[in-house]
């Protein structure tokens, strides 16, 4: 009767699966619900006539229940844009919903006429991946947020995973297991015996994979730089205040007070403000040289200082702004520059801003103050701060897109450095979902990773993932801590990357042509038989 129902109102219990597997992702962390969420949309998959239908509604309520939170960001300006927050409430999940749509309506129509229950989950976990990765590359410049695979952040023995496969294998092996598991269930009518390997096989697959990232978590303990010592400074200033230019040098004050090592023992190398720390009032940052020796003052001699700020380039046309940041010295020289390359659609930049502005002049405009649109910087780079070690700067949005945070052909750092401002978010998921995300950037480089993060949570991340110290969400405060060494070696993924996913494409439709053959064979074998004792 249950199944019937379930049939009956298969569009309902899509979207119900959907927001089941949002409880996957921080700061919940319940894997098994996106284990139950997806199978349940696998099984949903094996049995409806409208699998464009299913898959869409799945994704109303995963994404519509993962990424509400966006929509904070028009709070904070309430009056201007008040009149976006049901468009965005209702747009987000309407057009993410499109990609598990077209999930459900490519595996239904490439295995309706497959017999053999191996092949199908095995065909619907690369068709997931392969519809995350083209969201993640390819709506709006990317968008890999809600990738399943980070339904494991938590458990970091199945993370440790994403240092051979990438977040996408992760992905792939959330969804085998989900598929697996579903598939058991859908077949317990029939004889037991013949289909137990359908809950074996993963169920030992999980072991292993969680063995062996048990046993490389053993391998590699976090061992520090024995003379970097980092402050990590998360201010907790509200985006309504940042956005004041009456409170610009009181905020600015705020910022330096958590600065200051002039009056402590111990030293302190690098002092790390947030994203747009320093305001550009009354001057940009870099045109300002009494602000910046003002904050060299509040620093130990030989002590750099990063901050976030935005930056302006003069040229003939008239300069490009940026969103970046800045390396200043003790005596206010400055010492690195970077700009952020991938840019936040709607928040740094307007899409199809002449089209906006054709049909409805002064309507639309981006959420941060100012009128112009950021310029993206060149990409990925190597700073260097005398003997510090090396890395590589990451503002925000940039840490969610692997294979992104490192330039190929420059010189490797050794650590990675994400600033950042979730205040828009307030205390909704998104800052959690964002320090799980930042956190699988660094497995899979085998890099550790400082986060710095405005209202939080700023944290001290190993190679391995592992959260050495944090400042919880809106939480003012400062975090003294050493460098965690990078590990010995790269890991394969940051080797290969994701052309190890094409690799795995290949093998597994081997795999699936196999399977499907021999199941196939042995079905046409069993019908023989059973003419053969018929005509006897």
């Given at each position: 009767?249950?199944n019937?129902?379930?049939?009956?109102?298969?569009?309902?219990?899509?979207?119900?699966?959907?927001?089941?597997?949002?409880?996957?992702?921080?700061?919940y962390?319940?894997?098994?619900?996106?284990?139950?969420?997806?199978?349940?949309?696998?099984?949903?998959?094996?049995?409806?006539?409208?699998?464009?239908?299913?898959?869409y509604?799945?994704?109303?309520?995963?994404?519509?229940?993962s990424?509400?939170?966006?929509?904070?960001?028009?709070?904070?300006?309430?009056?201007?844009?008040?009149w976006?927050?049901?468009?965005?409430?209702?747009?987000?999940?309407?057009?993410?919903?499109?990609?598990?749509g077209?999930?459900?309506?490519?595996?239904?129509?490439?295995?309706?006429r497959?017999?053999?229950?191996?092949?199908?989950?095995?065909a619907?976990?690369?068709?997931?991946?392969?519809?995350?990765?083209?969201?993640?590359?390819?709506?709006?410049t990317?968008?890999?947020?809600?990738?399943?695979?980070?339904?494991?952040?938590?458990?970091?023995?199945i993370c440790?995973?994403?240092?051979?496969?990438?977040?996408?294998?992760?992905?792939?092996?959330?969804?085998?297991?989900?598929?697996?598991?579903?598939e058991?269930?859908?077949?317990?009518?029939?004889?037991?015996?013949?289909?137990?390997?359908l809950?074996?096989?993963?169920?030992?697959?999980?072991?292993?994979?969680?063995?062996w990232?048990?046993?490389?978590?053993?391998?590699?303990p976090?061992?520090?730089?024995?003379?970097?010592?980092?402050?990590?400074?998360?201010p907790?200033?509200?985006?309504s205040?940042?956005?004041?230019?009456?409170?610009?040098?009181?905020?600015?004050?705020?910022?330096?007070?958590?600065?200051?090592t002039?009056?402590?023992?111990?030293?302190?190398?690098?002092?790390?403000?947030p994203?747009?720390?320093?305001?550009?009032?009354?001057?940009?940052?870099e045109?300002?040289n009494?602000?910046?020796?003002?904050?060299?003052?509040?620093?130990?001699?030989?002590?750099?200082?990063?901050?976030?700020?935005?930056?302006?380039?003069?040229?003939?046309?008239?300069?490009?702004?940026?969103n970046?940041?800045?390396?200043?010295?003790?005596?206010?020289?400055?010492?690195?520059?970077?700009?952020?390359?991938?840019?936040?659609?709607?928040?740094?930049?307007?899409?199809?801003?002449?089209?906006?502005?054709?049909?409805?002049p002064?309507?639309?405009h981006?959420?941060?103050?100012?009128?112009?649109?950021?310029?993206?910087?060149?990409?990925?780079?190597?700073?260097?701060?005398?003997s510090?070690?090396?890395?590589?700067?990451?503002?925000c949005?940039?840490?969610?897109?692997?294979?992104?945070?490192?330039?190929?052909?420059?010189?490797?750092?050794?650590?990675?450095?994400?600033?950042?401002?979730?205040?828009?978010?307030?205390t909704s998921?998104?800052?959690?979902?964002?320090?799980?995300?930042?956190?699988?950037?660094?497995?899979?480089?085998?890099?550790?990773?400082?986060?710095v993060?405005?209202?939080?949570?700023?944290?001290?991340?190993?190679?391995?993932?592992?959260?050495?110290?944090?400042?919880?969400?809106?939480?003012?405060?400062i975090?003294?801590v050493?460098?965690?060494?990078?590990l010995?070696?790269?890991?394969?993924?940051?080797?290969?990357g994701?052309?190890?996913?094409?690799?795995?494409?290949?093998?597994?439709?081997?795999?699936?042509?196999?399977?499907?053959?021999?199941?196939?064979?042995g079905?046409?074998?069993?019908h023989?038989?059973?003419?053969?004792?018929?005509?006897?």
């Amino acid at each position: 009767m249950f199944n019937r129902w379930i049939q009956k109102h298969a569009f309902i219990t899509s979207f119900c699966a959907g927001v089941v597997s949002t409880l996957g992702f921080a700061p919940y962390g319940l894997y098994f619900c996106t284990l139950l969420g997806v199978g349940g949309l696998y099984r949903l998959l094996r049995q409806t006539t409208h699998p464009f239908k299913t898959g869409y509604c799945f994704g109303l309520g995963f994404f519509g229940f993962s990424l509400y939170w966006v929509n904070n960001a028009l709070m904070v300006d309430l009056s201007r844009f008040w009149w976006i927050i049901p468009i965005g409430l209702t747009a987000i999940p309407a057009t993410l919903g499109l990609f598990s749509g077209l999930t459900g309506w490519v595996f239904s129509h490439l295995t309706s006429r497959w017999s053999g229950p191996w092949t199908k989950p095995l065909a619907f976990s690369f068709i997931w991946i392969s519809v995350e990765w083209l969201c993640g590359h390819y709506f709006f410049t990317g968008f890999p947020w809600c990738l399943v695979g980070y339904t494991w952040t938590d458990l970091l023995p199945i993370c440790q995973l994403a240092s051979l496969t990438g977040i996408y294998g992760l992905s792939l092996f959330t969804c085998l297991l989900a598929g697996y598991l579903s598939e058991f269930f859908i077949q317990r009518e029939g004889k037991f015996f013949p289909h137990c390997s359908l809950i074996i096989v993963p169920l030992v697959l999980f072991g292993l994979i969680f063995g062996w990232g048990y046993y490389r978590l053993k391998c590699h303990p976090t061992h520090y730089h024995p003379n970097v010592s980092l402050r990590l400074v998360q201010p907790n200033i509200e985006q309504s205040r940042k956005w004041n230019f009456d409170a610009t040098h009181e905020v600015f004050q705020e910022h330096l007070n958590l600065s200051e090592t002039r009056a402590i023992d111990k030293p302190i190398h690098l002092v790390i403000l947030p994203e747009s720390a320093i305001s550009w009032s009354p001057k940009f940052l870099e045109q300002d040289n009494d602000r910046r020796t003002y904050m060299g003052s509040y620093l130990q001699q030989g002590t750099w200082m990063i901050a976030g700020t935005p930056r302006f380039e003069p040229s003939l046309a008239g300069g490009d702004v940026y969103n970046g940041l800045l390396a200043i010295g003790s005596n206010g020289d400055i010492e690195a520059r970077f700009n952020k390359f991938h840019l936040l659609p709607f928040g740094e930049y307007l899409p199809f801003r002449d089209l906006f502005e054709a049909v409805a002049p002064g309507l639309f405009h981006k959420f941060t103050a100012g009128e112009r649109d950021f310029t993206p910087g060149p990409g990925p780079v190597t700073l260097t701060l005398g003997s510090l070690p090396p890395f590589s700067p990451l503002i925000c949005y940039e840490a969610i897109f692997p294979q992104q945070v490192v330039h190929p052909n420059k010189p490797r750092p050794e650590w990675l450095l994400n600033i950042t401002n979730d205040g828009w978010f307030g205390t909704s998921v998104g800052p959690h979902q964002h320090l799980s995300i930042a956190r699988m950037r660094a497995i899979e480089e085998g890099l550790p990773m400082a986060r710095v993060a405005n209202t939080g949570v700023s944290a001290m991340i190993d190679p391995c993932g592992r959260i050495l110290e944090r400042l919880e969400i809106e939480t003012r405060g400062i975090l003294d801590v050493q460098l965690p060494l990078s590990l010995k070696k790269k890991t394969f993924y940051a080797n290969y990357g994701d052309s190890i996913l094409l690799f795995g494409f290949i093998l597994f439709s081997f795999i699936i042509l196999v399977c499907n053959t021999l199941w196939a064979l042995g079905k046409k074998q069993r019908h023989f038989d059973i003419v053969n004792r018929e005509v006897e």
